[in-house]
């Protein structure tokens, strides 16, 4: 009860002005004498609150292990976290072997298998998981003795069971093909590579190839090498005693052996001497992802750390002056951010945003002035104590929750902090000032020496980017690999035209006969979502009807009609209808247009032939097809077989593969879409064409 009410007096304290002690003196007085209260003067801020972090116990294992101890009795739980500080390593040919690594440890032990270990874990209510830096647990307290068992067993007795990499690499290469067309994934995978360098731990990122290059040998030398007790850090919080913690994990861990942990050192990335654009092309969107980011050398626990922390909210770390900026004043997106972050290696500054193709200039532009302003310009009184009592604010909410005082102790050992560090840290934050924060702007805020991230359609946003660099706009593919775009499209054959590649599309698909014959067209697919099957039914009749039902066995999700001049989305599972309007009923007016190709130029759609592109090894020619209603999308169709193998638009990325025969007729049975963060992989199970499907599913009720 009295640790509640502390906190809650912190909070109290960090967001009141200081003038209500002000007045409580001043009413104190005699009553002879009244003073009045003048609004127009800022009360001055009252000193920092007195912060009681709350207690905390170690000690160290004879192999080094460092404990940490918080006692929380409120709840008969307690939780375990831990944390292995080695140098993080270059993987080369093998990105990703850290994190695979550490999925393995959840994979099983000699003692239990993995399914054995699952139940084991379910039966006493607890949850445990393992990654590359460790391994967290927590459970109730009766459970307490097991789930040390447990434990103990991942750590010291690791199976690395070959099917369990399998497992784990099917999974990878899944959500890294998500990934590619992802744009904040992409955005975050270039950006390091950009920040960090290819030489750099902090700049490789895992692909294909290197998650398919990884061993059960590669993973156990990782293990082995680096997940070492003299440099790990346990915390424990919860409902336990600091006399059980030592017994528990005498008992538990004291045979984990030490050994030689691997020494590298890792050299300070330089930041660009002036700015660099970047661009990865995402052809049809309609929207870029923006960054701009360089490395800092900002070491965690510093006297600087606080101010910095100061400066960079000012400038994005909550709604303040970007956010303003773009979201409040400009309209440009809904939210703009940065982030100033130290790390014990290397540190970054980056600020990132997401807005229309059409003001990713005058986003930059913005952005780039907010930095130069908290350069130049000193921060007002007002926006300074506003800013102070919010991060104050949060630092005092953190503590409500023990685990908090856990990590402070833990980074205190591992950052070699002043013990009273945390204890200080209200105090500190008061005495930032305007001036400090200029200082620490002026080293740190550098809008100059950037390395300025596009994801978006390169031919609409990159003729607006070259006048931000001295140099030439660079180009960059999802997994960061630099490209020359005037060489990533290769001309087509002479006499090879927009008009021969249709045609010879169309012959691909059956000939342009037997197309024209087809009247109705219902595809029958399965998607797998979350462990779900559900079934996606699509009915086409010409001219331009059309119907889409997405449910599972009987149950029906969702349905989209179009009748051949409106659309409605119905929701029987709740929601009601929804009548489609505007850009979507434009939308589904072309998608619902049976064998298009046979009438561009009676639709009015407009093709350009840009040239030929490598997709996924096979050559393509690159076919950008625009709407009456000026929407465009670009399709990719291969050279060799003339089968079209890929689209591109605003609502994301499509893969056609296994073409199959069909009533003389080629369909793709194999249908891949990427929408955002999302795969959906469609597999074609029937394919009925002229089956003499009824008006009545086409109608809007």
């Not at 775009?485 to 691909?508: H, Q, R």
Request: charged share 25%; with cysteine; glycine share 6%.
């Amino acid at each position: 009860m009295k640790k509640n009410i502390i906190i809650t007096i912190l909070v109290i304290s960090a967001f009141l002005p200081s003038f209500i002690t002000a007045q409580t003196k001043t009413s104190a007085k005699s009553g002879a004498q009244k003073e009045k209260l003048d609004r127009s003067i800022r009360p001055q801020p009252g000193p920092a609150p007195v912060i009681n972090i709350g207690e905390y116990s170690s000690f160290t294992l004879d192999n080094g292990l460092k404990v940490f101890v918080v006692e929380n009795h409120k709840i008969p739980r307690v939780s375990y976290s831990l944390t292995i500080d080695y140098t993080p390593v270059k993987e080369g040919e093998m990105a990703g072997l850290a994190d695979i690594t550490g999925q393995m440890l959840r994979t099983g032990t000699t003692n239990l298998s993995k399914d054995e270990l699952d139940e084991e874990i379910d039966f006493i209510g607890a949850s445990l998981y393992t990654n590359s830096d460790g391994m967290y647990a927590s459970g109730l307290k009766k459970h307490n003795e097991k789930l040390l068992q447990l434990m103990s067993d991942i750590l010291l007795n690791p199976s690395f069971a070959s099917e369990e990499l399998e497992k784990i690499r099917t999974r990878t290469l899944t959500a890294l093909e998500t990934e590619k067309t992802e744009p904040g994934a992409i955005s975050n995978r270039v950006g390091q590579r950009l920040v960090y360098g290819e030489v750099h731990p902090y700049g490789e990122s895992m692909n294909e190839n290197s998650v398919k290059s990884i061993t059960i040998d590669a993973c156990k030398n990782f293990y082995s090498s680096y997940f070492q007790p003299q440099i790990s850090y346990m915390a424990i919080v919860g409902d336990i005693t600091l006399d059980e913690a030592k017994a528990d994990i005498e008992k538990y861990f004291s045979s984990w052996p030490k050994g030689t942990v691997p020494a590298s050192t890792l050299a300070m990335p330089a930041q660009p001497s002036s700015n660099v654009v970047a661009i990865v092309d995402r052809p049809g969107a309609v929207q870029t992802t923006l960054s701009i980011s360089y490395p800092v050398d900002l070491k965690p626990g510093t006297p600087e750390a606080i101010k910095a922390s100061v400066a960079n909210t000012i400038l994005g770390g909550g709604s303040f002056r970007l956010f303003n900026n773009l979201r409040e004043n400009k309209g440009f997106t809904y939210g703009a951010y940065s982030r100033l972050a130290s790390d014990k290696y290397v540190g970054i500054f980056r600020a990132y945003t997401e807005i229309r193709n059409s003001v990713t200039d005058s986003a930059i532009n913005e952005i780039l002035f907010e930095m130069n302003r908290l350069c130049n310009e000193p921060v007002p009184s007002d926006e300074l104590s506003l800013v102070k009592n919010y991060i104050g604010g949060n630092f005092a909410l953190s503590l409500e929750n023990p685990s908090t005082i856990a990590n402070f102790a833990i980074n205190t050992a591992r950052y070699n902090l002043p013990q009273d560090y945390y204890t200080n840290y209200l105090k500190n934050l008061s005495l930032v000032s305007a001036e400090d924060v200029s200082e620490i702007a002026a080293k740190y805020i550098k809008p100059a020496n950037c390395y300025i991230l596009a994801v978006g359609n390169a031919a609409e946003i990159a003729p607006r980017l070259q006048s931000f660099s001295k140099l030439p706009v660079k180009y960059f593919d999802f997994e960061g690999k630099e490209y020359d775009p005037s060489k990533k499209l290769k001309p087509a054959p002479e006499g090879v035209t927009v008009l021969s590649i249709n045609e010879a599309y169309i012959e691909a698909l059956g000939g342009r006969k037997v197309l024209s014959k087809v009247k109705d067209v219902t595809l029958n697919a399965t998607t797998n979502l979350q462990g779900m099957t559900i079934g996606f039914d699509i009915y086409r009749k010409a001219p331009n009807k059309y119907m889409m039902k997405l449910g599972a066995g009987e149950m029906v999700f969702q349905q989209v009609i179009y009748d051949g001049a409106e659309a409605v989305i119905k929701s029987p599972m709740g929601g009601g209808d929804q009548k489609l309007e505007g850009e979507e009923l434009e939308n589904y007016k072309y998608e619902a247009i049976l064998n298009p190709e046979l009438r561009y130029d009676e639709l009015g759609i407009k093709l350009e032939l840009m040239g030929i592109e490598t997709i996924d090894e096979t050559d393509a020619y690159k076919v950008v097809i625009t709407l009456p209603n000026g929407k465009s999308n670009t399709r990719y169709f291969d050279i060799t077989s003339n089968l079209l193998i890929r689209e591109t638009s605003d609502q994301g990325q499509v893969d056609y593969k296994d073409y199959r025969v069909v009533d003389k007729i080629k369909f793709p049975y194999s249908i891949k879409q990427a929408m955002g963060p999302q795969l959906i992989e469609l597999n074609v199970i029937g394919i009925k064409i002229n089956s003499g499907l009824k008006d009545d599913i086409f109608t809007i009720m």
